[in-house]
């Protein structure tokens, strides 16, 4: 319980880390595409981002790993931000692939900050690796998480920073003073309840989530121009739209839209070729986007 530092939310997590970790000037790592909010904050806090992209391989979305390594190796780079699963992709980083962000971030003096805030959402059967778990991250991450997205609780602002290192807990903490408020008692009770007293609720939710993803993952590829892989994690489908006949529309988005369909536009991720899904939702709600889509 030491190791814990509660949040109002995750946004705010991985901007204190900036804060607390860098200077103005130094370098931010990002993975990418990734959630448009961490994508704004090393601007935002007076640094410069450097993406690294997530690259299609075997199947699935992973790391381009030599390109982080190339990165990393820059005196300025300071923090390496990524979300595990990713968002919007979905992957879910294998114990490999973790010790090889591990031995990077230390060959290079990089602190992780790792946004799992979607860790409980893992579809396939795969295991959840939690950044702070690993021997080589225990004295250079943070690790944010949350009960918001898998149990819907986010109004409630109300998530948490596991840091095992006391110095980094210390600073972490220090940055945050006088301007992250305090979670309330309504959000701590929520997600202990959520944590400890929902897991048929969430054992149900999983399965219907599986079934949304696999119906919505087929029916997206029958579709000329679109293309998607199964999310291994969340409740988002990543969709390329690179080979679409957009006709006269002006973008993929209003391609979209114009089809009464709004989903989040890809270039709020870091690429404009592509569009994200939410299959959160009710059966019939996801046929009526295929139906339209597919019109």
């Given at each position: ?272 070729h592509f569009f994200r899904l939410n299959f959160g939702v009710s059966r019939d709600m996801l ?9």
């Amino acid at each position: 319980p030491s190791w814990i530092v509660w949040t109002p939310g995750v946004c705010p997590g991985f901007n204190v880390a900036i804060r607390a970790f860098c200077q103005a000037g130094d370098i931010v790592l990002i993975q990418t595409p990734n959630y448009p909010p961490i994508l704004a904050a090393p601007e935002f806090n007076d640094c410069t981002p450097i993406h690294i992209a997530t690259v299609e391989e075997n199947d699935g979305w992973m790391l381009d790993f030599a390109e982080l390594e190339a990165q990393a190796k820059d005196p300025k780079a300071k923090l390496f931000i990524m979300c595990n699963p990713m968002n919007p992709v979905g992957s879910v980083l294998s114990q490999a692939q973790l010790d090889r962000v591990a031995q990077i971030c230390a060959d290079n003096d990089v602190i992780l900050c790792s946004d799992e805030i979607h860790c409980d959402l893992i579809l396939d059967e795969l295991t959840h690796l939690p950044a702070g778990n690993h021997a080589q991250l225990q004295h250079r991450s943070i690790t944010l998480m949350a009960a918001n997205k898998t149990f819907n609780i986010a109004g409630l602002g109300t998530s948490f920073a596991i840091i095992p290192d006391t110095t980094l807990r210390n600073t972490f903490n220090a940055a945050a003073r006088g301007i992250v408020p305090w979670v309330n008692i309504l959000g701590l009770v929520a997600t202990q309840s959520a944590f400890t007293e929902c897991d048929d609720w969430h054992a149900a939710q999983r399965n219907y989530l599986i079934g949304n993803r696999d119906y919505l993952a087929k029916a997206i590829n029958a579709i000329e121009g679109l293309k998607a892989l199964p999310a291994p994690a969340t409740f988002l489908l990543w969709v390329d739209a690179s080979q679409l006949d957009l006709g006269t529309a002006k973008n993929v988005q209003d391609w979209c839209e114009s089809r009464g369909v709004g989903p989040s536009p890809g270039v709020d991720f870091g690429n404009e070729h592509f569009f994200r899904l939410n299959f959160g939702v009710s059966r019939d709600m996801l046929e009526e986007v295929v139906a339209r889509l597919s019109a």
